[in-house]
């Protein structure tokens, strides 16, 4: 998959100028699709567990567009994140275990529980 397959994927379901996370967003192949999408206004929080990645992600965003912030953190654990628009978890879902899921799930009463309406 190149930027432009990331992109279509993720059209339709994100808005200009809003607040997004990408919980293991690695090198950023949907950070900065994700970017891309929510423009000069928006924000995206990429956040990873290694940081060596993240340092990758962060030669690769584009200048003039979207806030690129990056966040190492394990996200199988709680973290702090400002109100959200949405969340893209693409390349993380495939490691989480059901316990984690589940975990997520019940404990989602913070602001990721309301990403989708702020």
């Known amino acids: ?6 992109v ?3 059209t339709g379901g994100v808005t200009s ?4 996370a990408d919980l293991g967003a690695g090198t950023g192949a ?4 994700l970017a891309e999408l ?3 206004a928006g924000e995206v929080i990429a956040v990873d567990r290694d940081r060596r990645a ?3 992600l962060e030669r690769s965003v584009r200048r003039g567009g979207a806030s690129v912030r990056t966040m190492s953190a394990d996200f199988t654990k709680p973290i702090e994140l400002s109100p959200l628009d949405g969340i893209v978890m693409a390349n993380s879902l495939k490691r ?14 913070g602001p990721c529980a309301s990403a989708r309406g702020r």
């Open 54 to 56: 993240l340092r990758e």
């Open 38 to 40: 929510v423009g000069p």
């Open 17 to 20: 100028g809003g607040t997004w």
């Open 1 to 6: 998959m190149d930027h432009a397959d990331h």
């Open 96 to 109: 989480m275990t059901p316990k984690h899921v589940a975990g997520r799930r019940r404990s989602a009463s």
């Open 30 to 33: 949907f950070t900065l699709a």
């Open 8 to 10: 279509r994927l993720l």
